[in-house]
């Protein structure tokens, strides 16, 4: 079978790409830098340069300061250039925040707000956290990709309807009913593909991972080969429905009973502090007993979990989400609990790791989509 040829326009495409992701990777280059790593004509350079300093995508004011001779123009990358806001919509709050073209989270604005999309001031409430954060940003219209909306619910292909929404009950609501006070190009996110989304995504490094999200429900996104991997109907990764209780289990939300939801979702620990999870860490690190009882009854049914993640894919097992932004000083518990489990002879320590986004992670990830998708474009 003969090989599909490249066009010389795929090949052109390729080239500024890997132009301008060697100028994102080094912040400040020269030209020459770039002929050399790349192994590109000194012409092919030239003239993908002078596109991205079109485009506005790269600076050319700075100098490179040589021991000898004429100093060397410096390519530095703005990480501004272009940005993406991502919205993460739970039962009870509004988040929104801003992302560069690194993704880091450069504003944020979160409040307290019954989830009803019935109610059209609600409505209003997302939109202006949108213009909120947009503004504390500082992002012109032109430069603004598009804004991410992340939901507990599985969303259909198009990103256009709640297929599974079992969580806040709405099903079948659309993004433009969500959208409706937003007036830039937006997508609905599945909120743990989001979050998973963004850790693949800071960390090149992860080849094959399960990212346990424990938020106020719990969901999961499965990463294979560095790339995303959502299944047959996009369910992939959706640990909040494994049974873990089979007899005797409380209720979850989607009506069955006996779900990891139900045993680990945040809620279980921060309802002993008013719903402040930050509060409930503070106890625990101070040795109040309710705290730790519940903590231990936590970790017990969290270390079931890791380790049946680890028998079925064999990769690093991520805790993520708000439970996961607090569990550093608490792996090594998780770890030991994990290894008593595991029959073979490597260690939870080698693949259990804490998630590197820890700061509105959910709405991060579904901004970072529109990013990748403007990277991927260039």
């Known amino acids: 079978m003969s090989k599909k040829k490249i066009s010389p326009n795929e090949i052109k495409l390729k080239n500024r790409q890997l132009i301008y992701q060697y100028v994102r990777s080094n912040i400040s280059v020269s030209k020459q830098d770039i002929v050399v790593a790349l192994q590109l004509s000194l012409p092919t350079v030239t003239q993908n340069l002078q596109y991205l300093?079109?485009?506005?995508?790269?600076?050319?004011?700075?100098?490179?300061?040589?021991t000898g001779g004429r100093n060397?123009?410096?390519?530095?990358?703005?990480?501004?250039?272009?940005?993406?806001?991502?919205?993460?919509?739970?039962?009870?709050?509004?988040?929104?925040?801003?992302?560069?073209?690194?993704?880091?989270?450069?504003?944020?604005?979160?409040?307290?707000?019954?989830f009803n999309l019935d109610d059209d001031e609600y409505l209003r409430k997302i939109g202006r956290a949108v213009e909120v954060v947009k503004e504390q940003a500082q992002i012109p219209d032109e430069n603004l990709l598009g804004v991410g909306i992340a939901v507990p619910a599985v969303i259909s292909d198009d990103g256009e309807t709640v297929r599974y929404g079992w969580t806040l009950n709405f099903t079948g609501r659309t993004r433009a009913e969500f959208a409706k006070y937003i007036p830039y190009t937006s997508r609905l996110v599945w909120d743990s593909y989001a979050t998973g989304y963004a850790?693949?995504?800071?960390?090149?490094?992860?080849?094959?991972?399960?990212?346990?999200?424990?938020?106020?429900?719990?969901?999961?996104?499965?990463?294979?080969?560095?790339?995303?991997?959502?299944?047959?109907?996009?369910?992939?990764?959706?640990?909040?429905?494994?049974?873990?209780?089979?007899?005797?289990?409380?209720?979850?939300?989607?009506?069955?009973?006996?779900c990891f939801d139900t045993v680990c979702r945040a809620t279980n620990l921060d309802q002993y502090t008013d719903g402040n999870l930050e509060e409930f860490f503070?106890?625990?690190?101070?040795?109040?007993?309710?705290?730790?009882?519940?903590?231990?009854?936590?970790?017990?049914?969290?270390?079931?979990?890791?380790h049946?993640?680890?028998?079925?894919?064999?990769?690093?097992?991520?805790?993520g989400g708000y439970v996961g932004a607090h569990i550093e000083?608490?792996?090594?518990?998780?770890?030991?609990?994990?290894?008593?489990?595991?029959?073979?002879?490597?260690?939870?320590?080698?693949?259990?790791?804490?998630?590197?986004?820890?700061?509105?992670a959910t709405a991060a990830g579904a901004a970072i989509l529109f990013i990748e998708d403007f990277l991927d474009s260039i």
């Open 53 to 66: 300093k079109e485009q506005k995508l790269i600076d050319t004011s700075e100098k490179i300061k040589n």
């Open 72 to 114: 060397a123009t410096a390519y530095t990358y703005i990480q501004n250039a272009k940005m993406a806001i991502g919205v993460y919509i739970t039962d009870h709050h509004i988040s929104a925040v801003a992302v560069d073209l690194s993704g880091h989270v450069t504003a944020i604005v979160k409040e307290k707000s019954r």
């Open 199 to 258: 850790e693949r995504w800071t960390n090149s490094k992860l080849n094959n991972a399960f990212y346990i999200s424990l938020s106020n429900s719990v969901g999961g996104s499965v990463i294979i080969n560095n790339a995303m991997y959502g299944g047959d109907s996009h369910k992939g990764g959706e640990i909040g429905h494994m049974v873990v209780v089979p007899e005797g289990g409380r209720q979850c939300y989607c009506g069955k009973y006996g």
């Open 282 to 306: 503070v106890l625990l690190r101070n040795g109040d007993e309710k705290a730790i009882q519940l903590w231990d009854e936590y970790m017990k049914n969290l270390a079931i979990a890791v």
């Open 308 to 319: 049946n993640v680890r028998m079925l894919f064999d990769g690093m097992v991520i805790i």
């Open 329 to 360: 000083d608490y792996i090594q518990d998780l770890c030991d609990r994990v290894n008593k489990y595991n029959p073979f002879q490597d260690k939870a320590q080698d693949y259990v790791m804490q998630c590197t986004n820890k700061i509105e």
